[in-house]
């Protein structure tokens, strides 16, 4: 693929409303499901209603009173040279020194004091008052020189606020996590403005889901530089902007996101989506695993690991007999591997449902699929081949089970559909369940048809418990192709050495994500030969996909 401009992008997206709301002025609570104030709060009560009012009595305070006077805390009438108090306990009395000069800086500074109520000031410690004075100094003094106007700084104000949540499920539940996503991916982007570009087009589709809509132009031209500047860096792979790729390879699949709302978006554009998902892995081989752990992001590159033993037993029936069918002569000869390896990564989504119900993990494995589909399978569902259409339909019914994140929102019910026209009745039993999944809304009701059990029930776990679920920590692991865990040694990566196996001579890679293309050729303890990065041209293959 050849270098791609702006203007071959084709971008056409319909926003009805022309204008953003000011994003930077909506209090922090309507972003966090805070209420307002209750109306008890706002109410006075009816016996404080009806208590008598006694105004005090006027009197004229001291404020340049003697010292004596000032320190048995009694009034001074300040008549000079001493006042009556001093004259009658027969003490010296000594005022205060005057004032500097009330003009210019002086007197202004001096009616402002007067102006605006000091009591409270004047009474706190002097640490409170270095402790308030540094909370006003925390907020940003400046706008940055990438950013052009209020419209940017409101977009990043909004990732850094709320729209960071959306990347990791550990958001809220790791500090480390929470401090990559809020402050050292905007660090980065102040270094690569394309990275910047990126944030600012993942805000302005964020904010759209909303009902938050900006004007077209900008959201286009947005989108546009994102695209853009996401090629040119991977073209360029300047070392400097190794971190600022790989944050942007995982914010492009929120970005590409948007085909599935265009009205006339690309039709099965879930095909090209796995090019997306599959361009996280290829930056991953892009930059040394080194650079990978010393940038602080492979938090956000953490997969859960996958038995694929085990997950090989989940598998439907007439989804392996579909595969197990292959005879010589079938157009499918020769690809048996690639679709029974489609199909474990499958079985992994049956027994996490199975077995621990629906759950955040169960949330985790259904977005990472994507990632663990060999790249082999890619070309023969770019070509429509029934077999990759019936496997993805039945992973859109997984799909319906996420929680709302506005990326993947609608996604399952516009594929399924579109995957139902396309296959013919030869294959039409096949789809039997995902037809039956398309007309459910209810969670419940879902995963019923998919173990095929009207009796099944989810393992019941309240909210409180669903969000203090420890495998949230645990779970998520930097994990290579075949879902085994992989650990850094002497800069690379190798499968992570486990006390019960015998031997330790494990296999090394430069990436986890290319440790091995297939589950059924490689497993922990087995030598296998190291892997190089993968050219830069061959990069461009992943890239984003530009509906025309």
Excluded at 1 to 27: C, R
Excluded at 185 to 210: K, N
Aim: net charge neutral.
């Amino acid at each position: 693929m050849g270098q791609v401009g702006i203007e071959d992008l084709h971008l056409s997206y319909g926003v009805d409303a022309l204008a953003i709301d000011d994003a930077a002025s909506m209090p922090r609570g309507s972003l966090a499901g805070s209420e307002p104030p209750s109306e008890k709060h706002l109410r006075v009560s009816e016996s404080d209603a009806h208590r008598p009012y006694h105004t005090k009595r006027p009197h004229r305070k001291s404020r340049a009173g003697c010292h004596q006077c000032k320190k048995r805390k009694v009034k001074c009438d300040e008549v000079r040279p001493s006042c009556k108090s001093c004259r009658l306990r027969k003490e010296n009395c000594v005022y205060p020194a005057a004032p500097a000069s009330d003009s210019g800086y002086g007197s202004a500074k001096s009616a402002h004091k007067a102006a605006s109520p000091t009591p409270s000031s004047s009474s706190a410690p002097p640490e409170e008052i270095s402790a308030a004075r540094s909370i006003v100094t925390l907020g940003p003094q400046f706008r940055p020189a990438a950013l052009c106007d209020n419209m940017d700084m409101k977009m990043l104000w909004f990732f850094t606020t709320h729209g960071y949540q959306y990347f990791s499920i550990q958001t809220g539940h790791s500090k480390p996590v929470d401090y990559v996503l809020q402050v050292k991916i905007v660090q980065y982007a102040f270094e690569s403005p394309f990275l910047l570009d990126c944030l600012m087009a993942v805000s302005s589709l964020h904010l759209q889901t909303v009902s938050h809509p900006i004007p077209p132009q900008r959201a286009i031209a947005y989108r546009a530089k994102a695209y853009e500047g996401y090629r040119r860096a991977i073209q360029d792979a300047d070392p400097q902007d190794y971190p600022a790729l790989l944050a942007t390879s995982l914010l492009m699949v929120a970005i590409s996101s948007q085909n599935f709302r265009e009205p006339d978006g690309k039709a099965l554009f879930i095909i090209d989506w796995m090019q997306v998902w599959h361009g996280i892995g290829l930056i991953v081989n892009l930059v040394s695993p080194q650079v990978l752990q010393d940038s602080g992001l492979s938090p956000l590159f953490y997969r859960p690991s996958v038995d694929t033993e085990k997950s090989a037993r989940y598998i439907p029936d007439n989804l392996l007999s579909m595969v197990d069918s292959i005879s010589p002569g079938d157009a499918d000869d020769g690809y048996q591997s690639i679709y029974h390896d489609a199909l474990t990564y499958l079985g992994s989504l049956y027994r996490e449902l199975i077995e621990n119900g629906f759950s955040t993990i169960l949330d985790f494995r259904i977005l990472s699929f994507l990632t663990f589909i060999p790249r082999t399978f890619v070309p023969l569902a770019q070509e429509y081949r029934p077999r990759t259409l019936v496997i993805m339909a039945h992973y859109l019914c997984f799909a319906k089970l996420t929680p709302k994140v506005w990326w993947t929102v609608g996604i399952a019910d516009r594929e399924l559909t579109q995957i139902c026209k396309e296959i013919g009745d030869e294959w039409a039993h096949l789809l039997r369940v995902p037809q039956m999944v398309l007309k459910a809304s209810n969670k419940v009701e879902i995963a019923k048809l998919l173990v095929d059990n009207r009796d099944w029930t989810p393992v019941q776990m309240k909210e409180y418990e669903r969000r203090k679920d420890p495998r949230i920590k645990t779970d998520p692991k930097m994990v290579d192709n075949t879902g085994a865990e992989v650990e850094l040694f002497e800069g690379k990566w190798r499968h992570k050495i486990i006390e019960s196996v015998e031997s330790t001579d494990t296999e090394m890679s430069d990436s986890p994500a290319e440790f091995s293309s297939s589950p059924s050729k490689s497993s922990p303890g087995k030598s296998s030969p190291d892997y190089d990065a993968p050219h830069i041209p061959e990069a461009e293959a992943y890239l984003p996909p530009i509906a025309t």
